[in-house]
């Protein structure tokens, strides 16, 4: 049980932060809309966080791909937002393997496209080896 609230204050903090962008904004816009606002109230706060950060998938010693999460926070929490009407299954297990590539054991799935926010903590049980290196990208306006 100890493992599931690691990180509580922190976590507390973020769902904080994106509860207020949730009262602003409502639902409806696309998901980057989100997430630029949360990186405005991140920023208000004063979490510490890095945007659009990338790191490699491996199988079997290869290299295969790249994951980019949404947002690291502290470089212990990764957050990954969606602006859908209904979070199912495969967002958390799609949030749960990037917890796994990055090599952390707590993440938030942030939801902001229901009528109020919907989060879930998740937590990687096997996170017991150090992270895996990561580096940010910049933004892109475009998106």
């Known amino acids: ?12 903090q973020i769902i904080g932060c994106a509860m207020q962008v ?36 491996y ?19 990764l957050v990954e937002l969606k602006a859908i009407e209904l979070l199912e299954k495969v967002h958390l297990a799609q949030g749960l393997n990037y917890l796994e590539a990055f090599g ?13 926010l919907e989060f879930r903590r998740l937590v990687n049980t096997k996170s017991t080896r150090a992270p895996v290196p990561s580096r940010t990208l910049p933004s892109n306006p475009s998106k």
């Not at 049980?1 to 507390?12: A, N, S, V, W």
């Not at 639902?27 to 490699?56: M, T």
């Not at 199988?59 to 929490?77: A, H, K, N, T």
Request: zero cysteines; aromatic letters at 12%.
């Open 1 to 12: 049980m100890e493992e599931f609230y690691r990180h509580k204050e922190l976590t507390h």
């Open 22 to 57: 949730h009262k602003v904004l409502g639902n409806g816009f696309q998901e980057v809309i989100y997430q630029r606002a949360l990186a405005i109230e991140f920023a208000k706060h004063r979490v510490p966080f890095a945007r659009e950060v990338e790191v490699s998938v």
């Open 59 to 77: 199988y079997d010693g290869q290299q295969i791909g790249l994951r980019r999460v949404d947002f690291l926070v502290q470089d212990v929490i």
């Open 104 to 116: 952390l054991g707590t993440g938030l799935l942030l939801n902001f496209g229901a009528p109020s």
